[in-house]
C-alpha cells in the first residue's frame, strides 16, 4: 500500500519487494515439493531390502525379453509382480477353502474327533511327533 505524492488517498499498489517476495515463495514451495519428493524416494529405497537370485541363462533370458518388451522396468519390477501374483493366487485359494467349508454345512462330527483327524494326518505327513 502506498500514499501517492501530495496525495491523502491511499492507492493500492503493489511493491516490487512485494512481487519479488511472491516470486521467491513461489520458488521456495516449488524446491520444497522437489526436496520432499527426492525425501521420499529416497526413503522407499532405504526400505527396500536386496536379495541375489541366481538363474539358468534361459530364465535370465525369459526375464530380459518381458524387460525389452515394456513389460517391466526391471528385473526387481519383473520379481515384485510375481510375489504379488503369488501371494494373491493363495489369498485367493483360501477364500474359496473357506467359502467351500461355510457352504459344506455344519459337521457331524464332534470337535475332539475332527482334532484328533487332524493330528493323525499331520503325523502321517510328518509334521509332528507320535
Known sequence: MFIQKGSTNPV???SWLEIALAGFLAI???YCEFLLSMLKL???RLLMATMTVSLPDPMKAWIETRIDSGEYASSSDYVRDLIRKD???????LRRRIDDADASGISVRSLD?????A???????GLIDG
Open 12 to 14: 493500492c499498489a503493489i
Open 28 to 30: 521456495r514451495h516449488k
Open 42 to 44: 529416497n526413503i522407499e
Open 87 to 93: 501371494k494373491d493366487s493363495r489369498l485367493s485359494a
Open 113 to 117: 474327533e475332527i482334532f484328533e483327524d
Open 119 to 125: 493330528r493323525t494326518k499331520a503325523r502321517e505327513r
